[in-house]
């Protein structure tokens, strides 16, 4: 799956894609994103937990430049979170 810009003119170019996601065998289930996350362009890897909710993102060093929390109904309670302490 890809994401583009939508350009001021013309159609997007498809061989320039922003961002390409590679996702698992269950409906919500990524697994990487390869384009620009916090800034900085790369690879990023998610975290989930056991209901598949998405908890963290780590590059490819296995710092994790992204956290999420959320309740015990999985509604997310903190967006990105940016932890110096990993």
Sequence with gaps: LCEYSVPTTG???ANA???RFVYG??????ILKDGLTN????VVYY???????????TN???SVIERYA?????????????????
């Design 17 to 19: 894609p922003d961002q």
């Design 11 to 13: 159609p997007p170019a």
């Design 60 to 62: 490819a060093t296995g």
């Design 25 to 30: 065998e269950y409906v919500d289930e990524p």
């Design 70 to 86: 959320y309740t015990a109904c999985q509604i997310k309670v903190s967006g990105t979170v940016n932890d110096s302490k990993e």
């Design 47 to 57: 975290s989930r937990n056991q209901q598949y909710s998405v908890t963290a993102l």
């Design 39 to 42: 800034g900085t362009t790369g």
